[in-house]
């Protein structure tokens, strides 16, 4: 049953009752920021007052602020070689309900000429799609920003080619803001790979200004390039941050040293940042980053045992500092020593700290852990989903450009 809008209470003086009743600007702005966006788009038709209220900045920011008092999750789900995306309460997940996944045209990304959910940032989701010229082979790529709850969306933004005739191309995006100029941005990162020759770049795009910078000086390849989702980029504090790889010179030989690159939204520099000092780089299963608690995490497994650390203070490598420990055993999975892949991957923590959400190799597998009682759920939600999709999500009335 749809939720009702809540009634608005006038009070008539006494003394003429028929005087109309006066509210002031600041408390219509509070009373309307309660509402829903899907009821907020119907109250733009009242009066023109109205219209230009919901539709100013000031507002839109206030909206938001309430909205993230009541977070969603989103996910990608798969039917019929289409994708959807999925929005859903953190409520139902943490509960373990059982979630229906609509299909719903209106969420289908063949519907938008797009084939890739980039990520969202306040409401506003990044898209990506392609187009290939068999001939040629000159690949057409560009971005298009949606809002699911508005049903706004804009034009095919960012557009550009590359040709990959003789060498193997990759373009991996991720979504964020930039903080300081109240600015949404997209990277790539690119990598050209051929016989001789290794490269990556990275580029910015803008919303707003609609061009693409390139950013030099990228001092490590990341992860995401060759392993898509499971290495997706994350989005923290003004930054974007990379699990990656780099060749270090030892004694005998070169030896591969896993560092994770902060790239600044604000500055568009780079910093690396060292793993945990008590993380054995040799052996076990490749490690991964994450956001929990609003920080950085750095997860990796050692022998049957999965350990997560957090960052208290980002930046600051000493800052460091283990919260989790636990083994396979306890989330029900045997392990296999020597198992190439990654196993589990941790996703979201619930906000009382007690739930983990876990993604196993398989993308359509979720495992809920809660760490007080010991005991682990598949998640009840049985349609192809691809769990290294799920991200933070609000709706909200930012527009698409």
Wanted: neutral net charge; contains cysteine.
């Amino acid at each position: 049953m749809a939720t009702q809008p809540p009634k608005l209470l006038y009070h008539h003086r006494k003394s003429n009752p028929s005087t109309p009743p006066i509210l002031p600007n600041e408390l219509i702005t509070d009373i309307l920021s309660r509402f829903t966006v899907k009821y907020l788009m119907q109250m733009k038709c009242v009066s023109k007052s109205w219209n230009t209220l919901i539709s100013d900045p000031i507002f839109i920011k206030i909206h938001l602020n309430r909205s993230e008092l009541n977070p969603q999750f989103s996910l990608i789900s798969s039917h019929n070689d289409d994708h959807s995306f999925v929005p859903f309460p953190v409520g139902l997940l943490w509960k373990n309900s059982s979630i229906n996944i609509p299909q719903d045209p209106s969420y289908q990304l063949s519907n938008k000429n797009c084939t890739e959910i980039v990520g969202s940032c306040n409401g506003l989701v990044c898209l990506a799609g392609y187009s290939l010229n068999e001939i040629t082979r000159y690949k057409k790529i560009w971005l298009r920003f949606w809002n699911p709850a508005t049903r706004a969306i804009s034009d095919k933004l960012g557009s550009f080619f590359y040709y990959d005739r003789y060498r193997f191309e990759y373009c991996k995006f991720t979504f964020g803001y930039d903080n300081s100029t109240q600015t949404y941005k997209v990277t790539a990162l690119g990598s050209v790979v051929d016989r001789t020759l290794s490269e990556t770049d990275v580029k910015v795009f803008s919303l707003g200004d609609n061009v693409w910078r390139t950013i030099h000086g990228v001092p490590a390849i990341p992860l995401q390039l060759y392993f898509g989702h499971e290495y997706d980029g994350v989005h923290l504090s003004n930054t974007i941050n990379w699990l990656s790889i780099q060749d270090v010179f030892g004694r005998d030989d070169i030896v591969e040293q896993f560092v994770i690159i902060s790239l600044d939204l604000s500055t568009e520099t780079f910093t690396q940042l060292m793993p945990p000092e008590n993380y054995d780089n040799h052996g076990g299963i490749s490690p991964n980053i994450c956001v929990m608690m609003d920080s950085l995490c750095f997860s990796y497994d050692k022998e049957t045992e999965i350990f997560i650390w957090q960052m208290t203070k980002f930046g600051d490598e000493k800052s460091w500092s283990q919260f989790l420990k636990f083994s396979y055993h306890n989330v029900g999975v045997d392990y296999e020593l020597g198992h190439p892949y990654i196993k589990l991957t941790p996703l979201h923590l619930s906000e009382d700290g007690d739930t983990l959400l876990l993604a196993k190799d398989e993308q359509d597998s979720a495992i809920l852990y809660n760490r007080r009682n010991n005991i682990a759920k598949k998640t009840r939600i049985n349609n192809k989903i691809c769990w290294f999709s799920i991200r933070a999500y609000v709706e909200s009335l930012v527009p698409t450009c």
